[in-house]
């Protein structure tokens, strides 16, 4: 004799989680992704991610309306997908990413930026703006093991990225040992600077630090 084993309403929330889990993991890498070879296939993996979950929303509105009076609660895989739909949408994984980034690494980026102000680190604004860090604090700065230092109001600036760009645009960490600086960058006051070249947002994140996003 065969018996034939029914679904669960368990085995209904499954491929959607495994869904929502394997999205989430893709944006806690989404740095790493970005700051890769693999910048130009992120785009289109998100959006397979997004057009799967709404596969899953229109599959579990189905398996509602089959189900209705075959099982207890058949509206639950709806309310999960929906709700994962949501949280995909709207959930604000790049800032919690970025300021995981910078906990981590503060006090590493600090310790180069001192270096870099005492002149243990050699540099000559006046020739590239561009700054060789040792390689043992190479994450610190993604792409690749280098920094940006200016002279912003005679005083010295140092930029780490978080995000290279594919042309000119990037973002990431600077470190401003005076707030008069960000005044006068927003006040557009300085001009032709390469840290402040474009900036679509200036926001603090603590005492003389900012994260600056430019296009």
């Not at 309403?9 to 499954?14: A, I, N, Q």
């Not at 993991?25 to 979950?53: T, V, W």
């Not at 700065?141 to 010295?156: M, Q």
Request: proline share 5%; with cysteine; glycine share 4%.
């Amino acid at each position: 004799m065969k018996f034939k084993i029914e679904p669960t309403l368990y085995d209904s929330f499954k491929p959607a989680f495994r869904w929502t889990a394997l999205f989430i993991l893709i944006k806690f890498c989404e740095n790493l992704l970005i700051n890769s070879a693999f910048i130009f296939l992120y785009g289109p993996l998100l959006f397979i991610m997004y057009l799967g979950q709404v596969a899953f929303l229109i599959s579990s509105i189905v398996y509602w309306a089959r189900r209705r009076n075959q099982v207890d609660k058949p509206y639950a895989p709806f309310l999960f997908s929906l709700s994962a739909f949501v949280f995909m949408l709207y959930f604000p994984f790049t800032k919690l990413t970025l300021g995981i980034d910078f906990l981590l690494k503060k006090g590493d980026r600090e310790k180069v930026v001192k270096m870099i102000t005492a002149r243990e680190i050699y540099y000559d604004v006046n020739k590239s703006s561009s700054v060789q860090i040792p390689n043992e604090y190479a994450n610190l700065s993604a792409g690749e093991p280098n920094v940006v230092v200016e002279e912003i109001s005679e005083k010295t600036c140092v930029f780490f990225f978080t995000f290279r760009g594919i042309s000119d645009n990037f973002s990431g960490f600077v470190y401003v040992p005076n707030e008069q600086v960000i005044k006068k960058i927003k006040s557009g006051q300085h001009r032709g600077s390469y840290i402040f070249y474009d900036p679509i947002e200036i926001t603090k994140v603590t005492n003389h630090w900012y994260f600056v996003a430019n296009t």
